[in-house]
């Protein structure tokens, strides 16, 4: 089966699930990435509408204006190190595990459902948990 999402529904769960399952990354060795001009450049954008953002906001900015993120893995001498693009999100979001996607789809999912979509936008597959 083949799921397809627009482009900017596969943003907003990708958002979703950085607000509530980027914490699970660091139990797993890896630390965030981005590059600092980049971040206060998306910053300075989202103020520019007139919006006060959150972190997640402005790493999805981030991605928005051509950049990107990267999980530093600092336990397994960088296997798991990857780094993503926008064009990761639109890709992979629907590829996330069907009960998973459709938890985030009908609102009703949690920490869990944060992490397994983060983990198949960056690694393409749930690695950890």
């Given at each position: ?41 998306a910053v300075e954008q ?12 402005v790493l999805l900015e ?36 069907i009960d998973h996607l ?28």
């Open positions: 089966m083949e799921i397809i999402l627009t482009k900017q529904e596969s943003e907003d769960y990708f958002h979703s699930a950085l607000c509530n399952g980027l914490g699970y990354m660091r139990g797993y060795g890896l630390e965030l990435e981005y590059k600092k001009e980049e971040y206060k450049a989202i103020k520019s509408t007139g919006k006060s953002p959150c972190f997640e906001d981030i991605l928005k204006m051509g950049g990107s993120l990267t999980f530093v893995d600092i336990e397994c001498e960088g296997e798991y190190t990857r780094t993503i693009s926008l064009n990761d999100v639109h890709e992979r979001v629907a590829k996330t595990p459709v938890d985030m789809i009908k609102e009703n999912d949690d920490a869990n459902t944060a992490d397994v979509i983060i983990q198949t936008v960056f690694f393409e597959d749930v690695i950890f948990g």
